[in-house]
């Protein structure tokens, strides 16, 4: 696991110590009938290519003399574009040029989660994608962690040619908070083109479900 994955779920970590802690020092009291609601974007980033996928869609991957690669049409003319460049590291291996994981919209778009609280300790899940070129297959998976323990949701498929997506969940049981997170290495779409960009995680938290 990366550094910066490692930083993400320590920042999980806490933030759910965090929520238990507040909805456990809740006065008797205090309402809890204030539905709660939460959302949070974050890049779609190209990470690889689908040679077969770029073929039948009028590209083809070429790779540069510096070991860099890319996704270009196969008739130059054909108005098609050139897809963003993954780089060769000094490592050897490839990076996607100009991308942040931690950006609102990387190299390919964006993708997002929204939580929302429907009644007492349950909750309804939407996330999803928006990417260009338009994507051809996905594949979704979302980890809910609550004061129980945690689960995942997930979606995948063939996609007729969308520029977006989205998956519902409702009617989840997730008991005092719900820590809710698009997980980055199962959850990419590939594009017509043959990009394969996967999500930068968002992530998003309720507390005081009950």
């Known amino acids: 696991m990366s550094f910066t994955k490692l930083v993400r779920r320590a920042a999980l970590a806490a933030v759910a110590a965090a929520a238990l802690a507040a909805v456990t020092t809740v006065p008797a009291h205090a309402s809890t009938t204030t539905p709660k609601h939460d959302t949070l974007k974050r890049g779609m980033n190209l990470e690889g290519f689908n040679a077969a996928v770029a073929k039948a869609n009028g590209y083809k991957i070429v790779t540069y003399a510096n070991g860099d690669e890319q996704s270009v049409p196969i008739h130059p003319k054909s108005g098609l574009r050139d897809s963003p460049l993954l780089v060769r590291t000094k490592s050897g ?67 007729d040619f969308d520029p977006s997506w989205t998956g519902t969940w409702t009617n989840l049981y997730q008991y005092e908070y719900s820590i809710d997170e698009v997980l980055s290495d199962e959850s990419f779409a590939t594009l017509d083109n043959g990009e394969v960009c996967s999500s930068a995680g968002p992530w998003v938290v309720i507390s005081g479900l009950n």
Do not use: E, M, R
């Open 93 to 159: 291996g490839l990076t996607a040029d100009n991308s942040s994981t931690d950006g609102i919209y990387g190299n390919c778009g964006y993708s997002w989660i929204t939580s929302t609280q429907t009644s007492t300790d349950h909750i309804k899940i939407q996330s999803g994608f928006s990417v260009s070129p338009a994507a051809v297959y996905f594949n979704w998976f979302v980890s809910l962690n609550d004061a129980n323990g945690s689960s995942t949701q997930g979606a995948g498929g063939y996609l």
